[in-house]
């Protein structure tokens, strides 16, 4: 992939479509799957993975002088778990609930490559607000496939969008839709039909080994 | 006894670490591609499970929880789990050439691999003591390799088949896991801790 486009538009159209991390490079979709079968879990962690993105693309961004290269692995893990503890911590303090739902995903948004990854495809080499944007974007990114997920897991599977039952009481829930398998299956229609609308549009939709 | 027998059963099937509980997805796609380094990942990834949740258990329970650090988990293993594969990376090149070639270009991988951080937070969540909690690494990483060396056996055979363009790939592969995931499913409900 390449970064060359450095224009606050062109990194926006970049991350949120033509290479969203989820339809090109199918990346950090572990932590986030399971968590798929509600949408206010969903949207929680997403905006977690958000904060987590951006905060740590702009502190690497600010640091990149400072950390010598050999040990900036490390450094780069230490300021995405600094993120991701105070995400924890918040979320034990103020929705304890769904803390308790989220169980040890949330310390999992650690180990998503997307964070790792635009932190040092694009955070290594750019200004600190662009490197922000950068990553609050691939977050959003992110967040919107998700969001698609939850979306249609909970409406099929509980009849209810945000826990408000919006489906008449005759609708039989699709118990498939909130046990595992229908995750898979819905995460790879969108990789299809996200990259058959790519194909129309003429980009490439092979992905790189 | 019981309970170690019915660990190894659930985290092997019932809640297998891949299909029914979502981690470790990107080795799952990653690495699935051919047998040969589906079998190498597997074997990395059973080593360093045992021992990143060995040495975590004894750090939460002897240093984080006395001195009140508990916060400091995620990070503390975290940075373990990353510094273990660097040992193991140097040792097994030291005193085995031939396991380091098996191994060697997965151990790096497993840093990312979150389902190495999840078994050692799950350890410490489900309260295991530190024979339970190794069982449970052991089942967790066998499930692990199970799935993922299914995958690549499935994977061999699709390269043979004629899919669209816009489905090769990582769609073609989710898709197959959705099935697997399905296959899994049946083993539901047959064991609770």
Known sequence: MSDAAKAPGAIMRQNLWTSNPIF????????ALAVTNLLSNTMI?????VFVTAMSSLTVSLLKSLIPRKVRMVVQTLIIAFYVIIVDIVLRAYLPEISRNLGPYVGLIITNCIIMGR??????????VL???DGMTSGMGYMGVLLTIALVRELLGFGSLFG???????FEPWIIMV???????LIGLIVWIGKTIMHRQGEPVLEGE | METLLSIIFIYIFVENFVLQRFFGICPFLGVSRKMETAVGMS???IFVMTLATLVTWLLYTYVLVPFGLTYLQIVTFILVIASLVQLVETVLRKISPTLYQGLGIFLPLITTNCAVLAVTLLAIRQEFSLVESIVFSIAAAIGFALALII???IRERLEMAEIPEVLQGSAVTLITAGILSIAFMGFQGMLTL
């Not at chain 1, 090109?24 to 932590?31: E, H």
């Not at chain 1, 932190?119 to 600190?128: L, Y």
């Not at chain 1, 046990?179 to 299956?185: K, T």
């Open chain 2, 151 to 153: 995958m690549a056996g």
């Open chain 1, 45 to 49: 962690m997403t905006v977690g993975v």
């Open chain 1, 24 to 31: 090109m490079q199918v990346l950090g979709i572990c932590s």
């Open chain 1, 164 to 170: 408000f039952q919006v489906l008449p009481a005759f």
């Open chain 1, 179 to 185: 046990m595992p398998p229908s995750a898979f299956f």
């Open chain 1, 131 to 133: 490197s922000f944007w």
């Open chain 2, 43 to 45: 074997m990395a990834v």
């Open chain 1, 119 to 128: 932190a040092e495809a694009f955070a290594q080499s750019n200004g600190p």
